[in-house]
């Protein structure tokens, strides 16, 4: 016979404890579904109980969506307990911090990339057809995630991160040597990338086993190495390439990156035993859980319209009569913003919760696109607005979205959650940073279209990640910190 789950609050037992009475040990949760109750307003130690099919339920059972208590403390949900700080767990989020510099600092300038190659190196090719080096980058950066994830769950992040350390101190070396379209494409498209999820995965997951509490705010303030190495890296090329030219840039850029990501291996840690089912292999019945499925999707559109901007920005500055210098000066504006993104937001994520700081953010988004870079964005001053508030707003996500995965599933899954998310997530920036130049070449070069599209799939976001939430939450407690 099938079976359903019910919550039952132990509220019998809570009585019985104020009286002084003697009670049976507080049961344990045994599986079910895979979902922190947390911000869905539990308020009482609950355990997940099969029941039959005969639709009866006990009078003692209570929905989390017809609770209106505000929710319990996270040690009540989660059977693990955290450290929520103190000198060890901090290191780990240097050492993540590091790792997250060399990473996402390289993903957070991609459009520096782009620019570069396209007047040189691949000037006789158009920008869609360079666009799939680097959404080939990005698409292996989230796709091998799927193993990644898993591996990191089962055995920690030593080898990964010391794995990912040599791939992209090698990929870089290879791409200074670069000059034909198949170099770029194996060397950075190929080699970077699969450094990028080493690296990447674990440097995020970590942090989840030293704090719960505070994983937003932990989580925002190691995400910030990426547009730290954002406002770096252009700066320091720029001159680079002026000064000592594109092969010994790059090795100089190799170089910083080897010496940062040699120091997160002897930082990054996980703490917390695996799971006892803990499998490397992907497990695709994780989608079942109708709240992760329909962030996945939010998540997707996301990442689709958020790399558009981070590797455009630049090109559009030059389609727009400004200078050379200022196309990499807007990245490191953008990159700016990005640092005070996830920072800020991860401490009030702690607050009122991932979900809706995510909301907030893509709807800042939405008004970005459509209210100044589409009729502003051909001015100095409307540009450089449009790349502060898309750098503060896509950083915030960017560092928040895993903390919202995290809401989804208890600690010993989160690599495999994360993991699992990014690798749908690895098709949408794929397609879509060459779709993204393939309308910019149908418009004569024009960027309105690029520029509609990206504001388009933020609103499709921001619709699914309401109904992620509503899933868990219900309608009538919309407005709960979740």
């Known amino acids: ?16 404890r104020q009286n002084g009475a003697k009670t049976a040990p507080r049961p344990t949760a045994i599986p079910g579904p895979d979902i922190d109750l947390t911000a869905a307003g539990i308020t009482a130690p609950i355990a997940i109980i099969p029941t039959s099919n005969s639709g009866h339920k006990s009078s003692t059972e209570k929905s989390p969506k017809d609770s209106t208590e505000p929710a319990a403390p996270l040690s009540e949900i989660d059977d693990n307990e955290y ?14 911090w590091l790792a997250l510099f060399a990473a996402l600092g390289l993903m957070n300038i991609l459009a ?58 090698v990929s ?8 034909e379209y198949w170099h770029f494409l194996l060397a950075f498209g190929i080699l970077s990338g699969l450094a990028s999820s080493l690296l990447f995965t674990p440097s995020i997951a970590a942090i989840g086993h030293f704090f719960r509490a505070r994983r937003g705010f932990a989580t925002g303030i190691s995400s910030t190495a990426g547009s730290v190495g954002g406002i770096i890296f252009p700066l320091m ?13 790059i090795r100089i850029l190799a170089f910083l990156c080897f010496a940062v990501t040699i120091v997160a291996n002897f930082l990054i840690r996980s703490r917390l035993p695996p799971a006892p089912n803990a499998s490397v292999h992907p497990d695709v019945r994780i989608f079942k859980n109708k ?17 558009i901007p981070l590797t455009y920005l630049s090109s559009y500055v030059l389609n727009k009569g400004f200078s050379h210098s200022f196309s990499f000066d807007i990245i490191t504006i953008l990159n700016t913003g990005s640092v005070f993104g996830r920072v800020l937001p991860g401490y009030w994520a702690d607050r009122i919760g991932p979900f809706n700081t995510n909301m907030i953010s893509v709807l800042v988004t939405i008004i970005a696109c459509f209210g100044v870079w589409l009729p502003l964005g051909h ?22 979205v895993p903390v919202a995965i995290g809401r989804l599933c208890r600690t010993q899954h989160y690599g ?28 004569k070069g024009e960027y309105w279209g690029l520029i509609v599209l990206t504001g388009t799939f933020y609103v499709g976001s921001m619709v699914t990640f309401l109904l992620a939430k509503v899933s868990i939450v219900g309608w009538r407690k919309l407005w709960v910190a979740f």
């Open 1 to 16: 016979m099938d079976e359903k789950w019910a919550l039952s609050l132990d509220a019998d037992s809570a009585g019985r």
């Open 379 to 400: 001015t100095k001053a409307g540009i450089i607005v449009f790349a502060l508030v898309f750098g503060f707003t896509s950083g915030c996500n960017i560092s928040m």
């Open 291 to 307: 709240a992760f499925a329909l962030t996945t999707i939010a998540v997707f559109m996301l990442e689709f319209a958020l790399f």
């Open 237 to 249: 090329l720029q001159r680079l390439f002026t000064s000592v030219g594109w092969a010994w840039g």
């Open 416 to 443: 495999r959650y994360y993991a699992t998310c990014y690798t749908i997530v690895s098709i949408a920036v794929l397609i879509g940073i060459p779709i993204a130049g393939k309308v910019v070449e149908s418009n």
């Open 172 to 179: 870089l070396m290879l791409l200074s040597i670069s000059y």
């Open 112 to 169: 520096t990339f782009q620019t570069y190659v396209s007047s040189n190196q691949l000037a006789s090719y158009d920008p869609g057809t360079i666009g799939w080096i680097f959404s080939l980058y990005t698409f292996i950066s989230f796709f091998l995630g799927i193993y990644v994830g898993p591996l990191f769950d089962k055995y920690g992040p030593r080898y990964l991160i010391m794995s990912g350390t040599a791939c992209l101190a």
């Open 83 to 96: 450290p929520e700080g103190g000198v060890r767990a901090w290191l780990v989020v240097f050492g993540c």
